[in-house]
């Protein structure tokens, strides 16, 4: 039990960590035509953006069906990954984005100083002056009521 619970948490950590590491360096450098459908107005309901949805997910299926047979290290951090995009789905694309307007701007001072980090990221539409660039790792100053 403790195992999966340590290799959930690690694959969750690892995804937003990476997240980062990915959005700073490879989404806002080479891969910046991709994501820059995420910075500007988009005409329908899917960006191209999307695409990094479906890879770290499709790495998530992966990791769950290599670690499936005696539920090895694998299918958690899978798990942990499966988990992370599940929440990041939420606030990300709903809450802050309001692609599907499920929920009113929040309240409680947690979900508040993400939403207000993310959209800082959003600030600027362009490739090199963005700031924030992980979703629940920001910085502190984001958490402080006004
Ligand atoms: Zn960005
Ligand atoms: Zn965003």
Do not use: C
């Not at 769950?64 to 942990?80: K, N, V």
């Not at 929920?103 to 700031?131: M, S, Y």
């Amino acid at each position: 039990m403790m195992y999966a619970l340590l290799f959930t948490i690690l694959g969750f950590a690892i995804m937003e960590f990476s997240g980062w590491f990915i959005h700073k360096y490879i989404m806002h450098g080479p891969l910046w035509n991709i994501h820059k459908t995420h910075h500007q107005p988009s005409k329908s309901f899917f960006e191209l953006n999307d695409l990094f949805s479906l890879l770290f997910g499709s790495i998530a299926v992966l990791m769950i069906f290599l670690g499936l047979e005696g539920l090895d290290y694998r299918f958690w951090i899978g798990m942990g990954i499966s988990f992370y995009g599940m929440l990041y789905f939420f606030i990300h694309d709903v809450l802050v984005h309001r692609r599907i307007k499920w929920f009113e701007r929040p309240k409680n001072k947690l979900l508040l100083g993400i939403f207000r980090a993310h959209q800082a990221h959003h600030a600027t539409n362009n490739k090199d002056d963005a700031v924030s660039f992980g979703l629940f790792v920001v910085p502190k100053k984001y958490f402080k009521s006004k």
